[in-house]
């Protein structure tokens, strides 16, 4: 048995030998637990600090997208939001607003979601034709994650990554 109540306990149950074995609902639970610390610890300055619990979020995710069994897209949009508020409040932790960008963009392409093809599903819906419940599920949450990113828009250097973030964003405002 584990007692999770640090990051570093967080840690040790990422490294137990049965992960494997471990449920969708084992991950939901994990990354519940670690995001309700993560909560209590901006009000609480004794125990471990925000970025910390952060960290220990994040590898929970990767671990869970890692294990298959819950939505890459869900798992990512967590992450984005861990990743942009730990930035927001001033830590480089997963690097600045370029580099969490880029890490989005090049996830998305190896979970073979293609910028051109996500605003053509977007239009098609927006237009009455109905797509699978899923697939819907997932335009939602890759909205969010768009949106949540366009929050640091501000701070990406101009270029190649701002495009395809105005690109992004540009694919679920249908003309």
């Known amino acids: 048995m584990f007692l999770i109540d640090s990051p570093s306990g967080f840690a040790a149950l990422l490294a137990r030998d049965d992960l494997s074995e471990a449920s969708a609902g084992w991950w939901t639970a994990a990354i519940s637990a670690c995001s309700s610390c993560l909560t209590?610890?901006?009000?609480?300055?004794?125990?471990?600090?925000?970025?910390?619990?952060?960290?220990?979020?994040v590898s929970i995710l990767d671990a869970a997208a890692d294990s298959g069994l819950i939505r890459r897209v869900e798992l990512l949009a967590?992450?984005?939001?861990?990743q942009v508020s730990a930035w927001l409040d001033g830590s480089d932790d997963f690097g600045d607003a370029n580099d969490i960008c880029a890490r989005v963009f090049d996830e998305l392409v190896d979970?073979?979601?293609?910028?051109?093809?996500?605003?053509?599903?977007v239009r098609e819906f927006s237009e009455g034709n109905p797509g699978s419940?899923?697939?819907?599920?997932?335009?939602?949450?890759?909205?969010?994650?768009?949106?949540?990113?366009?929050?640091?828009?501000?701070?990406?250097s101009e270029g190649e990554i701002r495009s395809e973030l105005n690109l992004w964003v540009g694919a679920f405002n249908p003309q």
């Open 133 to 156: 419940k899923l697939r819907i599920t997932d335009l939602a949450v890759l909205r969010k994650i768009m949106r949540t990113l366009e929050s640091i828009r501000d701070s990406i």
């Open 40 to 57: 209590l610890s901006v009000a609480d300055d004794a125990g471990p600090q925000p970025i910390e619990w952060a960290r220990a979020l």
């Open 111 to 121: 979970s073979g979601e293609n910028v051109q093809s996500v605003a053509n599903e």
């Open 78 to 82: 967590r992450r984005v939001q861990v």
